[in-house]
């Protein structure tokens, strides 16, 4: 895919989950990786719901910044992305409402802060990762990211937000709604006692979709 489509698809999918609500002023940030190794970055301080294509930040694949505004100040959790997980095409970061819930609740499971409420939970998202609360743009983030050896293709920053990756753009869209609406699910079901997917449903999902669920 050119640098050029790869420009407009950011802006597009940014534009649409500001416009749904997803992440609002000016939080949220995306990355893609461009054919030549380098990245397209999101800049810091700009809004997701107008995003010019020509300004987005661009890295060489040494991970220079070559061309484009000063990035997101979150390249730590990107960077520790790429890093660790092997073919990492894009990573998404919100501060989406009920993801933040969730994050904030006692009870939330640092090891699986998501619930297994949905087969598309288990199949797009996986198990999510809770980390502790830091300083936005701390570089301590992506330390604790490596933490987690790659494992994770989903984390939540407590008292800030989701940050997911995938194989490309869409995919990793796909994968925060998907995070997204099944915190809202879990906040919506507390106190009911819902009956979530079994470990033999999740057994079955995982062997048949090959999902990385350990």
Same mark, same amino acid.
């Given at each position: 895919? @050119?640098?050029?489509? %790869?420009?407009?698809?950011?802006?597009?999918?940014?534009?649409?989950?500001?416009?749904?609500? %997803?992440?609002?002023?000016?939080?949220?940030?995306?990355?893609?990786?461009?054919?030549?190794?380098?990245?397209?970055?999101?800049?810091?301080?700009?809004?997701?719901?107008?995003?010019?294509? $020509?300004?987005?930040?661009?890295?060489? $694949?040494?991970?220079? !910044?070559?061309?484009?505004? =000063?990035?997101?100040?979150?390249?730590?959790? !990107?960077?520790?992305? &790429?890093?660790?997980?092997?073919?990492?095409?894009?990573?998404? !970061?919100? /501060?989406?409402?009920? @993801?933040? *819930? %969730?994050?904030?609740?006692?009870?939330?499971?640092?090891?699986?802060?998501?619930?297994?409420?949905?087969? &598309? *939970?288990?199949?797009?998202?996986?198990?999510? =990762?809770?980390?502790?609360?830091?300083?936005?743009?701390?570089?301590?983030?992506?330390?604790?990211?490596?933490?987690?050896?790659?494992?994770?293709?989903?984390?939540?920053?407590?008292? /800030?937000?989701?940050?997911? =990756?995938?194989?490309?753009?869409?995919? =990793?869209?796909?994968?925060?709604?998907?995070?997204?609406?099944?915190?809202?699910? $879990?906040?919506? %079901?507390?106190? /009911?006692?819902?009956?979530?997917?079994?470990?033999?449903?999740?057994?079955?999902?995982?062997?048949?979709?090959?999902?990385?669920?350990?």
């Amino acid at each position: 895919m @050119s640098d050029a489509k %790869l420009r407009e698809d950011i802006c597009f999918w940014a534009a649409s989950m500001f416009n749904r609500g %997803l992440t609002g002023g000016a939080s949220g940030n995306i990355s893609v990786r461009t054919p030549d190794g380098g990245l397209l970055v999101t800049p810091t301080g700009s809004s997701m719901g107008r995003l010019d294509p $020509a300004r987005l930040s661009r890295f060489d $694949a040494d991970g220079r !910044h070559i061309g484009g505004d =000063a990035p997101t100040k979150e390249m730590p959790l !990107h960077a520790a992305f &790429y890093e660790t997980r092997t073919g990492t095409g894009a990573v998404v !970061h919100l /501060h989406s409402t009920h @993801s933040v *819930a %969730l994050s904030m609740l006692p009870d939330t499971d640092p090891d699986n802060a998501l619930p297994p409420l949905t087969p &598309y *939970a288990v199949m797009r998202v996986g198990k999510v =990762a809770l980390l502790p609360f830091f300083l936005p743009g701390d570089a301590a983030m992506g330390d604790a990211l490596r933490g987690l050896g790659g494992k994770r293709a989903a984390v939540l920053l407590a008292n /800030h937000g989701p940050v997911v =990756a995938s194989k490309d753009l869409e995919a =990793a869209v796909f994968a925060m709604e998907e995070l997204e609406e099944t915190a809202k699910l $879990a906040l919506l %079901l507390r106190g /009911h006692t819902p009956r979530a997917l079994t470990q033999a449903q999740i057994g079955v999902l995982v062997q048949k979709f090959d999902l990385d669920w350990d």
